[in-house]
């Protein structure tokens, strides 16, 4: 079974609207923290968000947000007001308690922004 | 200006050899990782270590080395053995206990 799932594979969005990438996780334990990366076309990966399973308020940094239902074992990302830069792939990520840090990925959303 | 590098950023070779990416990162982490990525998919785990001296098998390692006998270094390998090493290979590391994985800029590698 898939332990990260992102249903979007790619998303075209007008500039300066807001988007909801979408990310739903599946694990039985109770200490997990949840990771959002930007991938360019350049390639490099880029942290964005990160939300500890026990944090009570949504992660925000800048523009994005992290829209954390954990009954639901969402985590989807929130970009307000996209720009033209932030066309890329995106990634959600999960690391579970005693896994010596290792993430597990979903497969990635391709955003694109329309001018 | 701390971070990672990773060399090359394109690699070329013909099947049956082996070839080695190199992985430096100045950030004093601990825990280095290696991960493949494949056309529209997302990371999988190569190796990965969390010490000098030590390291551990991901999902697929089959077809992959790794030593780490500095704590900045954590070169990999690609062995004839891999079946289909053509991939982008994205180096990462990360302080003990701290949240996120920082990544070095990647090397694409084509079997020619």
């Known amino acids: 079974a898939q332990k990260i799932t992102q249903t979007q594979p790619g998303m075209f969005v007008q500039e300066k609207e807001a988007v909801t990438l979408d990310c739903t996780y599946d694990t039985s334990d109770q200490s997990y923290g949840l990771f959002w990366y930007k991938q360019p076309s350049s390639g490099e990966m880029i942290f964005l968000i990160y939300q500890g399973s026990y944090d009570e308020q949504n992660a925000t940094e800048g523009r994005y947000s992290l829209n954390f239902q954990k009954a639901r074992k969402s985590a989807n990302l929130v970009i307000s007001a996209s720009q033209l830069g932030d066309s890329a792939m995106y990634f959600c990520?999960?690391?579970?308690?005693?896994?010596?840090?290792?993430?597990?990925w979903g497969a990635g959303t391709k955003l694109i922004i329309k001018p | 200006d701390g971070g990672i590098t990773q060399s090359p950023k394109y690699l070329f070779r013909k099947e049956g050899q082996n070839v080695t990416l190199s992985c430096e990162q100045n950030l004093n982490h601990d825990a280095m990782y290696w991960y493949r990525q494949d056309p529209g998919q997302g990371l999988r785990l190569i190796y990965y270590?969390?010490?000098?001296?030590?390291?551990q098998k991901g999902d697929i390692a089959e077809g992959y080395s790794v030593s780490r006998e500095k704590k900045e270094s954590f070169p990999l390998t690609v062995t004839s053995a891999q079946k289909n090493p053509t991939a982008f290979y994205l180096c990462?590391?990360?302080?003990?206990?701290?949240?996120?994985?920082?990544f070095g800029p990647g090397t694409r590698l084509t079997v020619l």
């Open positions: 270590s969390q010490i000098v001296n030590d390291f």
């Open positions: 990462a590391s990360t302080l003990r206990g701290d949240n996120e994985q920082f």
């Open positions: 990520a999960m690391r579970e308690r005693d896994s010596n840090y290792q993430l597990i």
